[in-house]
């Protein structure tokens, strides 16, 4: 479980939020969204355990990320996987990045990530693309690719800021398909979007509830499919 305890964080211009407080089970399915500059980006590094509160802690299965031991924070990230908005690969292609994450990840045999790396790229409709230069890819190429470099590594927690915002409407049905699988293999998904968007895929588990600047919806891990908003 991974828990925020009366997180803060202060920015240029004074407090982006104070007290935020959130329980996020193996297998649940959470939206955050929040007007801009509200701070969304910054919560999402609070929770991956690479952007110390101002205020507050947060905890990984009832370890301190923040206030207990030095490399907590480092542990975590081992098993927590991060889709940025702001997506900077340099000159790397898609392939070397997946070199780059099987080294994060222990190393994998070659013939093995090959493979798996071609299986996860053909998921996220993007077949024989390992050759090509990352900043080439569109906006949307670029976050699924980035999606598919982090389940590489098989993380326990996935943090993605404003992914559907950005992959496309053709996507969105293929996204919210793999977040249901993954919660119910108990994967914990935490996204972040400005407001829900239309005709959204995954109905909501209960009504939303108010957290500082932002709303915190949990979404259905189940096979079923039900357009809101």
Sequence with gaps: MLEAFRVGMIGRSGTLFDGFEAAFRDGDIWLVTGPPASGKSRLL?????????DAGDVMFDGVPLY????????RFRSTAGLVDEMI???EHSVGELFRLASLVAGGVPET?????????LSMVGLPGSSDYA??????????RASLAIELFRGPRVLLLDAPFARIGKEWTEMLSALFRALAREGRIIVFTEREIP?????????ESTRCGPFLLT???AGSSVEAVG
């Design 45 to 53: 590094a609070v929770l991956h355990g690479d952007g110390r509160p």
């Design 88 to 90: 900077d690969a340099g």
């Design 134 to 143: 990352f900043r080439s890819l569109s906006m949307s190429e670029q976050v």
């Design 67 to 74: 206030r207990g031991t030095p490399d907590a924070a480092s």
């Design 198 to 206: 239309p005709l959204f895929p995954m109905k909501p588990v209960k």
């Design 112 to 120: 093995e990530r090959k493979a798996r790396e071609a299986a996860l």
């Design 218 to 220: 949990q979404l259905a």
